[in-house]
């Protein structure tokens, strides 16, 4: 009865579409034709065929708007060769004539409808049409995707079409939907005790240097109960899930991808590792190893590019930590001092991984410096391991700093903007000279072994350095796009030395990442190494556009970076190969871009480096330090400086010193920064 009560006052939804005469009336049309209302009266019954509703694919809707777009341009420029130049942009396999270059399409890169799929799979490629990227300002994918975007846009009158990309989390595929089922722990998957062991080795090699993934002393007893018929009821639940994640980890590390190319190493490990792992309301029960099982599933899920989630699963691991008060200086009576220093260990791990994860992402850092009072571990007294966190620390809390300030509320484009680079160059030149000393790299002799943790800490180092100065060179390129005629620049000597600085931290991490693909030490699955030759990448195209003197006319960088991601492809990293392609057609664009002479760009680079050099001032068109004296202009505190020499802290304080100006310098207007902050559709 209840049943029926409910179907008689149920509202009855309105007809989809309804006659000429009952719309006109407000009255309700049966929306069959005739109409009830109309057959009563005899009346004509017509619809209005505008009014009528339709039901459309957003694959379609899509292409609409990109036909759209396409003849709101054809219709602008009235060029035909314009229009043959963007039809070639649609048709990948044709060459095309502009403005009389002869230049090639730009690689499009292979969407997932290109790669193979599994029978689980399936998205469709309207899906994928609907993809949306959050841009954050620091994140090196970010970045290059905004520049590429920019140059499109204007090159081609079109925005960057979606299909024509590679969105996070579509390149490997896992196997599983993401529920959770009440399995068990499956045995048969596991490899057996000597092979398990030299998988938890080579994490050790390649991430125990890094980070505290486990605890040697107690993971190692629960190693040895497993394996023994007698002992393995004393392992704990939780145990079995960082067991299986370590061996995912080491798996990822030394194998290479089988016969399904998108179904990366370990991946038939993680998820039965995340298919047992309870709720968060159940690890909170157990905080340490909790914390150190979330941050091997946040490694290995940012390996995968899948960066979201990894952003994710370590900001629960984070607030984890600060639920345990790891973050404060641990004094309790109840905890032995292994067990303390177990907990700093962990802590600096959560929060690095913190800082490396929300720098890619673009996000804000989720504890301040001021927060932390936790002291870094003593590791037994080995002063190496200690003396390597505590570089590795600071490099993250400058990292912090960085995101907090050039990146931040107070990273304007104004005088706070270039107090934002100061401040990051004296934090970064207090490191710089203990990383010197305490790891040496000596890149001269191709002989000379290289260690792989101190490439690591020079790696980050440099990009720091990129991070900081970056910003720069995007307001000076978007500042030459926006010259309606061939515009000179000229900037301050101390400018020009952060631009120097910049270049020279590219080359010289090329050159790191060289030394390492020489002795097979290159990280294929580890995504350091990878930002890092996209970062560099980066700065180098943007260098060559904006100031080609500030490169080395005897070599180009541009072939070592593609051998480095070719060294990652080679060993199954399919992440390095679509970044690869990417890097091709963001050169071709940016290159045709510059060589259009209808756009107004630069057409004498040759007089641009010349410009920089003298630092002349010149009237009318020209960019200038609004706010610096002639003298100012002429002085560069590195104008001796030979880039090969590399970079004393003394040099880099000295530089940072030399950015105060009377008022900003009007190029620092170009752009907002906050305009490399937003969506990409």
Known sequence: MEDAGQQDHRVRKRAPNACSRCRQQKIKCSGTAPCGQCSKKNLACNFDSEHHK?????????????????????HDSGNSAHESNIAARLSPDRTYMQQGFDVEPPHRLPTPAHLPRSNDDTQ????LDDSRAYLGTSSNWGFGRRILSNAHERLYGTSLPPASLIFEGQTYDLGWDGRRSCAEFDEAALPTSDFALFLINAVKFHCGQLFHLFDEQDFMRNFSNFHSPTQRAE???????????????GKALIVRVGQEPRRPPGADLYVQAMKLLPENMYLCRDLIPSIEILCCASLYLQCLDIRSTAYSVVGAAMRMALVAGLHTDIKNRHKSEPERERCREIWWTVYILDCHLSSLMGAPIAIGEQDISVQLPSFGGVAQKSLALSIHVKLAKTTTLILRTVYGEEGRMDRRFLASIKAALKCLASVNDERNSGFP????KSSSSISRLSA?????????????IRPLLYALWQKRLEAPAPLPVTLGGSVRSLLRICVASANEAIRILIALQAQSLLESFIPFDLESTWSCALVLLL?????????????????KIHSILDEMVSRGNLIAGLRKIELQQLDETLTTLHNSASLGLITAPDSIGQSFEEGALGGGGVVRDVGSSHSQMQFEPLHDWNSEEGLSGDQLIAVADSLDFATPPDWLSAVPLGQLDGYLY
Do not use: N
């Open 124 to 127: 469709s490629d309207a899906e």
């Open 456 to 468: 690591y800490l020079h790696l980050f180092h440099h990009q720091c350095i990129m991070l900081t």
């Open 54 to 74: 339709i039901l459309v694919t957003r694959e379609f809707l899509t292409s609409l708007e990109r036909q759209a777009g396409l003849s709101h341009h054809r």
């Open 543 to 559: 260098a060559k556009l904006v100031d080609p003197s500030l490169l080395r006319k005897e070599e180009s960088c541009m072939p």
């Open 441 to 444: 790299l000596d890149l001269k």
């Open 235 to 249: 392992c704990p639940e939780l145990w079995h899930i960082h067991y299986l994640l370590i061996l995912a980890l």
